[in-house]
């Protein structure tokens, strides 16, 4: 039974930082990556990561600002979210089976993390 599971959303204020973790369990591993849902908003691509941690893929909406990692020997990729904006706040997924921006080339997906930035 595949399954991601994400953690480490919360409250934060503008300016401050999360690391968001996804951990991955009834496979082996592959690349996966993040994406983000704000209300009422269609789910956009945040970041993604090879299986070797080699190529990284950011929108450029958070290029700068967060980072992307992974430890294959926890199967758990991570993402490291600086200079938080207000509308960085969404649930936050992740997803394994691309570095594509496009959702369609992923084939599993977490349940989400709730990620809330105040101004």
């Known amino acids: 039974q595949v399954q991601l599971v994400e953690s480490g959303g919360g409250l934060v204020q503008a300016g401050g930082s999360l690391r968001l973790s996804c951990s991955a369990s009834?496979?082996?591993?592959?690349?996966m990556g993040w994406f983000r849902q704000a209300p009422g908003k269609e789910r956009d691509f945040v970041a993604a990561?090879?299986?070797?941690?080699?190529?990284?893929n950011y929108a450029d909406s958070v290029k700068g600002r967060f980072t992307i990692s992974r430890n294959n020997v926890r199967n758990t990729v991570y993402l490291q979210m600086n200079s938080l904006k207000p509308e960085d706040t969404a649930v936050y997924y992740c997803?394994?089976?691309?570095?594509?921006?496009?959702?369609?080339?992923?084939?599993?997906w977490g349940q989400g993390t709730q990620v809330t930035v105040s101004s």
């Open positions: 990561i090879n299986w070797s941690g080699d190529f990284k």
């Open positions: 009834g496979f082996g591993g592959d690349a």
């Open positions: 997803a394994s089976g691309s570095t594509s921006s496009s959702s369609r080339y992923y084939n599993y």
